[in-house]
């Protein structure tokens, strides 16, 4: 079955897309910017699809409880996320309330989770860039804590650095939680959502 045709045969089924983001290359794979990327590949191994490379990002789909969920890993690098993100918004003909983006955050400690429907892109990049080509704020955002343990003109070290040792033990609970936070924004609606999860 083609783009198109797929296109076709889901239309009147609600459709979502996640983004995770992050920087694509093997020395990026671990590091605490790439938590969005992390997250959607947790939520792959979970649910049991694949991705594969597209325009402008490596893409994937699976159905969960009569939803159509999209998940893109845009290829462009976090500063331009929004490139991806709204080209496959476009493309799918998704409603910008169905988009759920997922990026690191300096300001939260470490796992720490917390979903929002607006908001400042607070010096992420990625959110900065995905501000301008949607021309709003208002899009759904779940940020991933990552701390802020590091000197004064480290940030961009830090954050393109690997979690250390005690991250990486909680690390995989906190993906978990992520991948409940993606299934419950597509099914109980973002509300809902954050009445639950956010922390």
């Not at 995770?20 to 990327?37: M, W």
């Not at 490139?83 to 496959?88: G, L, Q, R, V």
Request: proline share 2%; hydrophobic share 40%; glycine share 10%.
């Amino acid at each position: 079955m083609n783009f198109a045709q797929k296109l076709f045969t889901n239309r009147g089924i609600m459709k979502y897309l996640i983004a995770g983001l992050g920087n694509i290359g093997p020395e990026y794979a671990l590091t605490r910017h790439n938590v969005g990327f992390m997250a959607l590949d947790r939520l792959a191994a979970q649910q049991g699809f694949s991705f594969k490379m597209e325009r402008l990002a490596y893409t994937a789909e699976f159905k969960y409880k009569g939803k159509q969920i999209y998940c893109i890993k845009p290829t462009t690098y976090m500063n331009l996320s929004g490139n991806a993100i709204n080209y496959w918004l476009q493309a799918l003909k998704i409603p910008t309330e169905n988009l759920l983006v997922i990026c690191d955050d300096l300001a939260l400690p470490f796992g720490k989770l917390r979903l929002k429907t607006k908001g400042s892109h607070g010096g992420q990049n990625g959110l900065r860039n995905i501000e301008e080509k949607l021309g709003t704020n208002a899009y759904n955002r779940l940020r991933f804590g990552i701390g802020n343990n590091f000197h004064a003109g480290k940030q961009v070290e830090y954050v393109l650095k690997a979690f250390n040792d005690d991250e990486m033990i909680q690390l995989v609970d906190r993906l978990d939680r992520v991948g409940e936070i993606i299934l419950n924004f597509c099914t109980i609606g973002v509300e809902r959502t954050m009445n639950f999860y956010n922390e």
